[in-house]
């Protein structure tokens, strides 16, 4: 059972450009979760997504973040007009059916994202 | 508010040593979830135990052990006989029903293992 997935592992943008991170659950996973860690620093939650639904999105910033989870392909952490600020890991997790408090989160290896 | 603290920034010991990171937490919750990660200079999360508040029996897997101690919010975690693989970078995290599913991390203790 392969574990889950992220793409690109490290991705390099100027600012001003777009950022996909992309996230594949564990098989048999619905619940996906997105967190940043800064440099030097804890991980930070952005946003709690099952299928086709955002269920918590209280730590994405308003501007220029957004997440999907469509009904097929893997999730997708979007970053628009990138800056410098946006520099960190982004690590997506998942958990199986039984629901965030009920199960353990998975983590995948981490998209880390460079802005020069 | 929830909050973890992890007060150790870096330890730094010897081959062999016994080590332990300290983490406390503070909730309002009665029902939580405590768990420790380890992040190795690969940068990858491993996930390394999931307690519940109503058990706060010690647990031991290996080299690893846990003391749980509700009365003082703590949730240290001993390494016996460190390795050098044991470098990495521990993440204490809670996760309670005000957090909404969220998993609230403390900053992480960076431990180093010299040979």
């Known amino acids: 059972n392969a574990g889950v997935m992220q793409n690109p592992r490290h991705l390099v943008r100027r600012r001003g450009q777009e950022a996909r991170l992309r996230c594949s659950p564990m098989k048999g996973h619905s619940h996906v979760y997105w967190y940043r860690q800064l440099p030097e620093e804890g991980l930070k939650f952005m946003v709690y997504l099952q299928k086709e639904n955002i269920i918590d999105e209280s730590g994405m910033p308003k501007e220029r973040f957004s997440a999907e989870f469509p009904k097929e392909g893997p999730s997708i952490l979007r970053i628009q007009q990138v800056v410098r600020g946006d520099s960190a890991a982004y690590f997506c997790?998942?958990?199986?059916?039984?629901?965030?408090?009920?199960?353990?989160?998975?983590f995948g290896p981490g998209t880390r994202l460079l802005v020069l | 508010a929830q909050k973890v603290t992890q007060a150790q920034t870096e330890i730094s010991v010897v081959e062999k040593e016994d080590v332990t990171l300290d983490c406390v937490y503070e909730t309002r919750d009665t029902t939580y979830y405590l768990f420790w990660y380890k992040q190795p200079p690969s940068g990858e999360l491993v996930f390394l135990i999931r307690r519940n508040s109503f058990d706060e029996q010690n647990e031991i897997s290996g080299r690893y052990s846990w003391n749980f101690q509700k009365s003082t919010s703590s949730f240290n975690f001993t390494i016996t006989a460190s390795q050098v693989v044991d470098s990495a970078v521990y993440f204490c995290a809670l996760e309670d029903m005000d957090s909404n599913y969220q998993l609230i991390w403390g900053a992480g203790t960076k431990l180093i293992i010299k040979p």
């Open positions: 997790a998942s958990s199986p059916p039984g629901g965030p408090y009920q199960e353990t989160q998975y």
